[in-house]
């Protein structure tokens, strides 16, 4: 099935509706084997992976330990062998030649939500994952970019004294630097606005921070901007719409953001619309709406184009999908 929406971008200011018009195709690519939200994927050796998350439980979540890859021309998902814990926010990130996943939150008899720090490094090889020092923090729900061959975390969620539930958790502003090579982290500038539940995409070495929310505050629309170059922090033009729960990826000199939720006295909801960045001309605009509107889902770049997976159409653990959306841009004739 493909879709086509016709967006309309461009005028003066940080937020534009005239100028282009460019045609947003969307398609269905193989479902997920799991319905998953919560996930983190990453495109390693031209192949995409996914590992953890939540799926929905009778009563409560249920935290997956299943870990699946695909290539772009491939007709279905390939089920890996098991992550060596049921884990949900777990980072997963291509760096040094190897697959990386970072922190995450597991299961114990406690609750649902124990805030790690684990390293997994994946032994394509044996197909297996071998345990790494760990990080100094424990942390989820972060963002992560790789620069220069080396992994930036940075925000997500931190741990007070107890750790199994989400509400013992706090904001976190640590930014942390991890060298593949010597598996050795050390600390960069702090994350301006500590949040969780943000998105991130790497343009021209710069890492563009976007959106997520904050434990006292909800949802916020703050986009930060990292230079490696000098080791600081700057403020850019803010999301037009608060959202958490997103996920972003860098199409044709864009960034473009999918999906997220909001909470409210009616329960809260998920966002259908499609948010644009144009990173050379510095303005935001509306580019599209989601055909299956999406939270806490994963995006990746692959062969020119931004792959949507998994997530959820309801705010909160409903409505879990293994849907896999493919979203491309083509530009109109000037």
Sequence with gaps: MTLTFIGVTGGSGAFSHAHATSEFHWSLGPSLPL???????AVHNNQIYVAGGLTAGKDKFSVSDQVFRISADADGWQTLPSFPAPTHHAMLASAGGSLWAFGGFTESEDGQWNNSSAVYQFDEKQAEWVKRNPMPVRLSESISAVINGKVHLAGGRTSKDDNYRWQHHLDSD???????????????????????????????????VIGGRTVEGGNTNVHEVFDVSTDQWKTEKPMPEAAAGIACAVLDDSIFVFGGEYFDDQGGGVFYKVWRYELKRKRWS???????????LGAVTLDNAIWLIGGAAEAGPHDTRHTVSKFTLMKATQ
Excluded at 180 to 189: E, H, I, L, N, R
Excluded at 286 to 296: I, K, N
């Design 35 to 41: 319905s998953v939200q919560e996930i983190y994927p």
């Design 286 to 296: 509306e580019a599209a709406v989601m055909p299956v509107p999406r939270h806490g």
């Design 174 to 208: 640590w930014h942390g630097i991890f060298d593949p090579d010597s598996k050795v982290w050390q600390t960069g500038a702090p994350l301006p606005t500590p949040r969780n539940s943000a998105c991130s995409v790497v343009y021209d070495n710069k890492w563009h």
